[in-house]
Antibody, heavy 124, light 107 residues
Framework: EAHLAESGGDLVQPGGSLRLSCVVS????????MDWVRQAPGKGLEWVAR??????????EYAASVKGRFTISRDESRNSLYLQMNSLRTEDTAVYYC???????????????WGQGTSVTVSS | DTQLTQSPSFLSASVGDRVTITCRAS??????LAWYQQQPGKAPNLLIY???TLQSGVPSRFSGSGSGTDFTLTISSLQPEDFATYYC?????????FGGGTKVEIK
């Protein structure tokens, strides 16, 4: 059974950095796109970043709100996805979810498995 | 960016009611629309993808329809476990975007 487990959330000061991790199990990591989605307290869902699969050379995509500050990466040997967050702002405060994106051939558009989330608070 | 507008944002209904939630896109997104259910304190759960395909394990009382810019999620007979917040999502183009959510509460 596929499973995602995030960690690394913490309280950090504005301007600080944090790295989130997501350990995956139960499926072939390299076959799937992997995304981060966040949810600010009491708010809706916001897509943050994407790491495409091996077939797409693990290329990445970012939301404009985090581009240049956040970096998504993966370590296939550790079955792990990461989100390096730099220059954090108060508006980055949210629960961050790791999400598996299922593919049919080269069409990858199904957010089928979500982790439980890890909480990031940016405050002085 | 493609904006998604959900309506209503809040809905009060009774067990057994038929419920319809709409999602309107600011530009055409083909059939690349998904729906999620989120219970308080939990991660979202995929209900429907590609406008009308029911995710494995999701009860058949949930259905989706639409194309282009206008989409609907229908719950044919609301059950107690269906009281939650529902989100639509477009996957046609980057950035991937979500609607603002519809909270379904017990009347």
């Amino acid at each position: 059974e596929a499973h995602l487990a995030e960690s690394g959330g913490d309280l950090v000061q504005p301007g600080g950095s944090l790295r989130l991790s997501c350990v995956v199990s139960g499926f072939t990591f390299s076959d799937h796109f992997m995304d981060w989605v966040r949810q600010a307290p009491g708010k809706g869902l916001e897509w943050v970043a994407r790491s495409k699969n091996k077939a797409f050379s693990y290329t990445t995509e970012y939301a404009a709100s985090v581009k240049g500050r956040f970096t998504i990466s993966r370590d296939e040997s550790r079955n792990s996805l990461y989100l390096q967050m730099n220059s954090l702002r108060t508006e980055d405060t949210a629960v961050y979810y790791c999400v598996r994106v299922a593919c049919t051939g080269r069409d990858c558009r199904v957010f089928d498995i979500w982790g439980q989330g890890t909480s990031v608070t940016v405050s002085s | 960016d493609t904006q998604l507008t959900q309506s209503p944002s809040f809905l009060s209904a009774s067990v057994g009611d038929r419920v319809t939630i709409t999602c309107r896109a600011s530009q055409g997104i083909g059939s690349y629309l998904a729906w999620y259910q989120q219970q308080p304190g939990k991660a979202p759960n995929l209900l429907i993808y590609a406008t009308s395909t029911l995710q494995s394990g999701v009860p058949s009382r949930f259905s989706g329809s639409g194309s282009g810019t206008d989409f609907t999620l229908t719950i044919s007979s609301l059950q107690p476990e269906d009281f939650a917040t529902y989100y639509c999502q477009q996957l046609n183009s980057y950035p991937i975007t979500f609607g603002g959510g519809t909270k379904v509460e017990i009347k």
